[in-house]
Protein backbone atom coordinates (compact mmCIF):
# COMPACT_ATOMS: atom_id res chain seq x y z
CA UNK A 1 0.00 0.00 0.00
CA UNK A 2 3.22 2.17 0.46
CA UNK A 3 2.44 2.80 -3.75
CA UNK A 4 -0.25 5.20 -3.01
CA UNK A 5 1.44 6.84 -0.49
CA UNK A 6 4.82 7.61 -2.13
CA UNK A 7 2.42 8.97 -4.93
CA UNK A 8 0.65 11.58 -2.80
CA UNK A 9 3.63 12.69 -1.33
CA UNK A 10 5.27 13.31 -4.51
CA UNK A 11 2.10 15.17 -5.97
CA UNK A 12 1.93 16.69 -2.79
CA UNK A 13 5.39 17.73 -2.81
CA UNK A 14 5.23 19.38 -6.43
CA UNK A 15 5.77 22.73 -6.48
CA UNK A 16 3.39 23.93 -9.72
CA UNK A 17 6.82 26.66 -11.08
CA UNK A 18 8.88 23.44 -11.29
CA UNK A 19 6.77 21.90 -14.52
CA UNK A 20 9.06 20.34 -16.50
CA UNK A 21 10.02 21.87 -20.04
CA UNK A 22 8.91 21.44 -22.72
CA UNK A 23 11.01 21.74 -26.29
CA UNK A 24 9.13 23.41 -28.95
CA UNK A 25 11.03 22.48 -31.59
CA UNK A 26 10.61 18.77 -31.17
CA UNK A 27 8.17 16.49 -29.18
CA UNK A 28 5.55 18.46 -27.05
CA UNK A 29 6.33 16.04 -24.60
CA UNK A 30 8.55 16.58 -21.38
CA UNK A 31 11.88 14.31 -21.93
CA UNK A 32 12.11 13.83 -18.02
CA UNK A 33 8.56 12.89 -16.34
CA UNK A 34 7.60 11.00 -12.87
CA UNK A 35 4.67 8.67 -14.65
CA UNK A 36 2.38 6.31 -13.26
CA UNK A 37 -0.09 3.88 -14.27
CA UNK A 38 -3.49 2.60 -12.36
CA UNK A 39 -5.40 -0.32 -13.10
CA UNK A 40 -8.19 -1.98 -10.68
CA UNK A 41 -10.03 -4.46 -12.03
CA UNK A 42 -12.81 -7.18 -10.89
CA UNK A 43 -13.35 -10.77 -12.61
CA UNK A 44 -15.95 -13.43 -12.64
CA UNK A 45 -15.44 -17.01 -13.75
CA UNK A 46 -12.69 -17.46 -11.89
CA UNK A 47 -13.92 -14.63 -8.93
CA UNK A 48 -11.10 -12.09 -8.85
CA UNK A 49 -10.10 -8.02 -7.44
CA UNK A 50 -6.96 -6.20 -8.02
CA UNK A 51 -5.52 -3.04 -8.00
CA UNK A 52 -1.95 -2.36 -9.82
CA UNK A 53 -0.18 0.54 -9.78
CA UNK A 54 3.03 1.52 -11.08
CA UNK A 55 4.94 4.68 -10.54
CA UNK A 56 8.74 5.99 -11.80
CA UNK A 57 11.06 8.17 -13.84
CA UNK A 58 9.87 8.09 -17.35
CA UNK A 59 12.31 9.39 -20.05
CA UNK A 60 11.76 10.39 -24.06
CA UNK A 61 14.21 9.31 -25.97
CA UNK A 62 13.96 11.41 -29.42
CA UNK A 63 13.00 14.79 -30.24
CA UNK A 64 10.74 13.37 -32.68
CA UNK A 65 7.07 15.72 -32.68
CA UNK A 66 4.83 13.54 -30.92
CA UNK A 67 2.68 12.66 -34.08
CA UNK A 68 5.61 10.75 -35.66
CA UNK A 69 4.54 7.18 -36.54
CA UNK A 70 7.70 6.10 -35.42
CA UNK A 71 8.75 8.05 -32.82
CA UNK A 72 6.37 10.18 -31.53
CA UNK A 73 6.83 8.82 -27.95
CA UNK A 74 9.35 6.59 -27.90
CA UNK A 75 10.55 6.37 -24.12
CA UNK A 76 12.46 4.49 -21.34
CA UNK A 77 10.60 3.91 -18.34
CA UNK A 78 12.13 2.59 -14.50
CA UNK A 79 10.36 2.39 -11.18
CA UNK A 80 8.25 0.31 -9.04
CA UNK A 81 5.07 -1.78 -9.69
CA UNK A 82 2.91 -3.35 -6.90
CA UNK A 83 -0.22 -5.85 -7.02
CA UNK A 84 -2.61 -5.99 -4.16
CA UNK A 85 -5.66 -8.22 -3.76
CA UNK A 86 -7.50 -9.67 -0.79
CA UNK A 87 -5.10 -12.69 -0.50
CA UNK A 88 -1.77 -11.72 -1.78
CA UNK A 89 0.57 -8.88 -2.80
CA UNK A 90 2.96 -8.21 -4.82
CA UNK A 91 6.09 -5.81 -5.10
CA UNK A 92 9.26 -4.86 -6.71
CA UNK A 93 11.18 -2.96 -9.21
CA UNK A 94 10.30 -2.77 -12.80
CA UNK A 95 11.26 -1.23 -16.53
CA UNK A 96 10.20 -0.64 -20.14
CA UNK A 97 11.45 -0.11 -23.23
CA UNK A 98 9.56 1.33 -25.96
CA UNK A 99 12.35 1.82 -28.92
CA UNK A 100 9.08 2.36 -31.00
CA UNK A 101 5.32 2.84 -31.48
CA UNK A 102 5.42 -0.92 -32.98
CA UNK A 103 7.09 -2.33 -29.92
CA UNK A 104 7.22 -2.80 -26.46
CA UNK A 105 9.12 -3.95 -23.85
CA UNK A 106 9.28 -4.63 -20.24
CA UNK A 107 10.47 -6.86 -17.25
CA UNK A 108 10.07 -6.93 -13.88
CA UNK A 109 10.83 -9.15 -10.50
CA UNK A 110 8.06 -8.84 -7.63
CA UNK A 111 8.34 -10.11 -4.16
CA UNK A 112 4.98 -12.16 -3.33
CA UNK A 113 3.56 -12.96 -0.23
CA UNK A 114 0.17 -15.12 0.74
CA UNK A 115 -1.45 -13.72 3.85
CA UNK A 116 -3.20 -17.33 3.72
CA UNK A 117 -6.85 -15.70 3.23
CA UNK A 118 -9.90 -16.45 0.37
CA UNK A 119 -8.89 -20.18 -0.22
CA UNK A 120 -5.03 -19.43 -1.25
CA UNK A 121 -2.19 -20.85 -1.38
CA UNK A 122 -2.86 -24.68 -2.28
CA UNK A 123 0.01 -26.73 -3.14
CA UNK A 124 0.27 -30.53 -4.30
CA UNK A 125 2.92 -32.61 -3.48
CA UNK A 126 2.94 -35.24 -6.63
CA UNK A 127 1.85 -34.74 -10.14
CA UNK A 128 -1.42 -37.33 -9.33
CA UNK A 129 -4.45 -37.02 -8.39
CA UNK A 130 -4.45 -32.88 -8.65
CA UNK A 131 -7.89 -31.43 -8.57
CA UNK A 132 -7.86 -27.34 -8.49
CA UNK A 133 -11.61 -26.52 -9.91
CA UNK A 134 -13.82 -24.19 -8.03
CA UNK A 135 -15.22 -26.56 -5.18
CA UNK A 136 -12.37 -28.57 -4.84
CA UNK A 137 -9.94 -25.78 -4.13
CA UNK A 138 -13.03 -24.32 -1.43
CA UNK A 139 -12.59 -27.93 -0.21
CA UNK A 140 -8.92 -28.22 0.53
CA UNK A 141 -9.10 -24.66 2.07
CA UNK A 142 -11.32 -26.11 4.57
CA UNK A 143 -8.03 -27.96 6.15
CA UNK A 144 -5.96 -25.02 5.85
CA UNK A 145 -4.09 -22.54 3.37
CA UNK A 146 -0.17 -21.85 3.36
CA UNK A 147 0.75 -18.12 4.32
CA UNK A 148 3.70 -18.65 1.66
CA UNK A 149 6.42 -16.27 -0.13
CA UNK A 150 8.53 -16.30 -3.06
CA UNK A 151 9.12 -14.40 -6.48
CA UNK A 152 8.36 -14.14 -10.03
CA UNK A 153 10.35 -12.63 -12.50
CA UNK A 154 8.25 -11.13 -15.47
CA UNK A 155 9.13 -10.84 -19.11
CA UNK A 156 6.58 -9.08 -21.78
CA UNK A 157 7.01 -8.41 -25.20
CA UNK A 158 3.92 -6.80 -27.47
CA UNK A 159 3.71 -5.88 -31.20
CA UNK A 160 1.38 -3.53 -32.56
CA UNK A 161 0.21 -1.65 -35.62
CA UNK A 162 -2.73 0.21 -36.72
CA UNK A 163 -4.09 1.35 -40.50
CA UNK A 164 -6.98 3.39 -40.47
CA UNK A 165 -8.76 2.74 -37.42
CA UNK A 166 -7.92 -0.81 -37.26
CA UNK A 167 -5.50 -1.88 -34.52
CA UNK A 168 -3.21 -5.42 -34.30
CA UNK A 169 -1.78 -6.06 -31.39
CA UNK A 170 0.16 -9.12 -29.51
CA UNK A 171 1.28 -9.64 -26.00
CA UNK A 172 3.53 -12.16 -25.16
CA UNK A 173 4.86 -12.49 -21.49
CA UNK A 174 6.72 -15.15 -19.14
CA UNK A 175 6.11 -15.77 -15.57
CA UNK A 176 9.01 -17.17 -14.24
CA UNK A 177 7.85 -18.46 -10.42
CA UNK A 178 10.03 -19.13 -7.33
CA UNK A 179 8.20 -20.02 -3.85
CA UNK A 180 9.60 -21.66 -0.93
CA UNK A 181 7.16 -23.98 -0.13
CA UNK A 182 6.61 -28.13 -0.08
CA UNK A 183 4.94 -29.11 -3.41
CA UNK A 184 6.08 -29.33 -7.18
CA UNK A 185 2.73 -26.21 -8.04
CA UNK A 186 0.37 -24.26 -6.75
CA UNK A 187 -3.22 -22.92 -7.98
CA UNK A 188 -2.35 -19.26 -9.50
CA UNK A 189 -5.21 -17.51 -9.08
CA UNK A 190 -4.52 -14.65 -11.18
CA UNK A 191 -3.83 -16.70 -14.10
CA UNK A 192 -6.50 -18.98 -13.49
CA UNK A 193 -3.97 -22.46 -13.85
CA UNK A 194 -2.38 -24.65 -11.79
CA UNK A 195 1.23 -22.95 -11.87
CA UNK A 196 4.72 -24.85 -10.59
CA UNK A 197 6.26 -23.32 -7.68
CA UNK A 198 9.69 -23.26 -9.34
CA UNK A 199 8.74 -23.32 -12.94
CA UNK A 200 7.49 -21.27 -16.20
CA UNK A 201 4.04 -20.56 -17.22
CA UNK A 202 3.73 -18.47 -20.36
CA UNK A 203 1.32 -16.35 -22.12
CA UNK A 204 -0.28 -14.69 -25.20
CA UNK A 205 -3.06 -11.63 -25.94
CA UNK A 206 -4.15 -11.34 -29.54
CA UNK A 207 -6.23 -8.45 -30.48
CA UNK A 208 -7.92 -7.20 -33.14
CA UNK A 209 -9.26 -3.78 -32.51
CA UNK A 210 -11.30 -0.97 -34.39
CA UNK A 211 -10.89 2.41 -33.18
CA UNK A 212 -14.13 3.72 -33.84
CA UNK A 213 -14.10 7.50 -31.75
CA UNK A 214 -11.08 8.97 -29.82
CA UNK A 215 -13.12 7.32 -26.86
CA UNK A 216 -14.66 4.34 -27.98
CA UNK A 217 -12.45 1.19 -29.11
CA UNK A 218 -14.33 -2.56 -29.97
CA UNK A 219 -12.72 -5.66 -30.67
CA UNK A 220 -12.15 -9.32 -30.55
CA UNK A 221 -9.27 -10.81 -28.28
CA UNK A 222 -7.73 -14.61 -28.31
CA UNK A 223 -6.23 -15.78 -25.16
CA UNK A 224 -3.65 -18.93 -24.61
CA UNK A 225 -2.34 -19.79 -21.09
CA UNK A 226 0.64 -22.88 -20.62
CA UNK A 227 2.26 -24.08 -17.88
CA UNK A 228 5.48 -26.42 -16.66
CA UNK A 229 2.96 -27.70 -14.16
CA UNK A 230 2.44 -31.14 -15.25
CA UNK A 231 -0.81 -33.55 -14.10
CA UNK A 232 -2.94 -36.01 -13.77
CA UNK A 233 -6.41 -35.92 -12.90
CA UNK A 234 -6.41 -39.49 -11.28
CA UNK A 235 -3.44 -42.24 -10.71
CA UNK A 236 -4.33 -44.18 -14.11
CA UNK A 237 -4.31 -41.08 -16.53
CA UNK A 238 -1.18 -39.98 -17.83
CA UNK A 239 0.05 -36.64 -17.52
CA UNK A 240 -0.60 -33.11 -19.24
CA UNK A 241 0.96 -29.71 -18.76
CA UNK A 242 -2.04 -27.26 -17.43
CA UNK A 243 -3.35 -25.08 -20.48
CA UNK A 244 -6.13 -22.37 -20.78
CA UNK A 245 -7.96 -21.10 -24.05
CA UNK A 246 -10.27 -18.10 -24.72
CA UNK A 247 -11.57 -15.83 -27.09
CA UNK A 248 -14.23 -13.10 -27.10
CA UNK A 249 -14.95 -9.42 -26.98
CA UNK A 250 -13.69 -5.99 -25.29
CA UNK A 251 -14.80 -2.87 -25.31
CA UNK A 252 -12.97 0.01 -23.85
CA UNK A 253 -14.27 3.47 -23.12
CA UNK A 254 -11.91 6.51 -22.26
CA UNK A 255 -13.91 9.16 -20.64
CA UNK A 256 -11.18 12.23 -21.78
CA UNK A 257 -7.21 12.88 -22.46
CA UNK A 258 -5.97 15.35 -20.19
CA UNK A 259 -2.33 15.10 -20.99
CA UNK A 260 0.39 16.38 -18.34
CA UNK A 261 -2.28 16.24 -15.72
CA UNK A 262 -2.24 14.18 -12.87
CA UNK A 263 -5.20 12.34 -13.79
CA UNK A 264 -5.57 11.31 -17.16
CA UNK A 265 -7.03 8.76 -19.59
CA UNK A 266 -9.85 7.46 -17.52
CA UNK A 267 -11.00 4.33 -19.23
CA UNK A 268 -13.39 1.38 -18.65
CA UNK A 269 -12.95 -1.34 -19.97
CA UNK A 270 -15.14 -4.84 -20.42
CA UNK A 271 -13.34 -8.17 -21.31
CA UNK A 272 -15.73 -11.19 -21.87
CA UNK A 273 -14.15 -14.68 -23.64
CA UNK A 274 -15.54 -17.84 -23.73
CA UNK A 275 -13.04 -21.07 -22.57
CA UNK A 276 -12.36 -23.46 -25.93
CA UNK A 277 -10.24 -25.32 -23.33
CA UNK A 278 -10.02 -26.05 -20.04
CA UNK A 279 -9.66 -28.44 -17.16
CA UNK A 280 -13.30 -27.24 -15.62
CA UNK A 281 -14.37 -24.26 -17.31
CA UNK A 282 -14.89 -25.44 -21.10
CA UNK A 283 -17.72 -27.92 -19.54
CA UNK A 284 -16.54 -30.67 -16.88
CA UNK A 285 -17.02 -28.66 -13.86
CA UNK A 286 -18.55 -25.31 -15.20
CA UNK A 287 -21.10 -24.59 -18.60
CA UNK A 288 -18.71 -23.44 -21.58
CA UNK A 289 -21.54 -20.77 -21.86
CA UNK A 290 -20.77 -19.09 -19.05
CA UNK A 291 -17.87 -16.64 -19.72
CA UNK A 292 -15.09 -15.22 -18.23
CA UNK A 293 -15.80 -11.94 -17.73
CA UNK A 294 -13.43 -8.91 -16.39
CA UNK A 295 -14.36 -5.04 -15.83
CA UNK A 296 -11.80 -2.58 -14.93
CA UNK A 297 -10.80 0.90 -14.70
CA UNK A 298 -7.70 2.60 -15.52
CA UNK A 299 -5.86 6.05 -15.82
CA UNK A 300 -1.95 7.50 -16.04
CA UNK A 301 -0.62 10.44 -14.35
CA UNK A 302 2.23 12.99 -14.15
CA UNK A 303 3.19 13.26 -10.64
CA UNK A 304 4.60 16.50 -11.33
CA UNK A 305 1.75 18.19 -13.66
CA UNK A 306 2.75 19.77 -17.37
CA UNK A 307 1.11 21.73 -19.82
CA UNK A 308 1.14 21.01 -23.33
CA UNK A 309 2.58 24.09 -25.50
CA UNK A 310 1.20 22.83 -29.05
Given at each position: ????????????????????????????????????????????????????????????????????????????????????????????????????????????????RYNGGLDQMLTWDDSSN?????????????????????????????????????????????????????????????????????????????????????????????????????????DSEATRAASIDRTGALVAYKFKSDQGS?????????????????????????????????????????????????
Amino acid sequence: MFLPILLSSLAANAQEEATPTVEQAGSDIPRHRVYYESLAALRYNPLGLQERMTIGYRMRLTDMPQDHLFFGDSYAWVGVTGLQTPAFMRVGPWARLMPISLLRLQAGYEIVRYNGGLDQMLTWDDSSNVNYSDDNIEALAADGTLKAQGSIFTLEARIQAKAGPVAVRATLARYDYSYDVDGFAFYDQTLDILAPTNGVVKMGDFDLLYVATDQLTVGARSSHTRSDAEFAANDSEATRAASIDRTGALVAYKFKSDQGSRFDQPTVYVISQWHINHEYRAGTEVNRAVPYLAIGFAFTGDAIAWTPQN
